[in-house]
């Protein structure tokens, strides 16, 4: 069964970093895109950043130039290093990973900023 476990959030105050890392385990397959999602309460989930197998990225115009995402295919983890926090980045982080096209999400991490 695929598991994916995030760690790595916290209380941070604004201006600071937080890095964000997914660990997969549990599939005898490739994973291919992998990503980080947020979500406040009552709010759709929505896309921080995306990463290909094979690097390929993409992100959100609000962190743009903010947070980086990578990803180690021998460890099948994702990272998510993020800069210049502001408290709007304050919610629940998730991780996705997409294996043989089924989509397996994480329990959530939770970024707090504090101004």
């Known amino acids: 069964q695929v598991q994916l476990v995030e760690s790595g959030g916290g209380l941070v105050q604004a201006g600071g970093s937080l890095r964000l890392s997914c660990a997969a385990s549990g599939s005898g397959f490739g994973i291919g895109a992998m990503g980080w999602y947020r979500q406040a309460p009552e709010n759709k989930r929505e896309l921080v950043a995306t990463i290909t197998s094979g690097g390929t990225t993409t992100y959100a115009d609000a962190v743009k130039g903010r947070f980086t995402i990578s990803r180690d295919n021998a460890k099948n983890t994702v990272y998510l290093q993020m800069n210049s926090l502001k408290p709007e980045d304050t919610t629940v982080y998730y991780c996705?990973?997409?294996?043989?096209?089924?989509?397996?999400w994480g329990r959530g991490t939770q970024v707090t900023v504090s101004s």
């Open positions: 996705r990973a997409t294996i043989r096209a089924w989509d397996y």
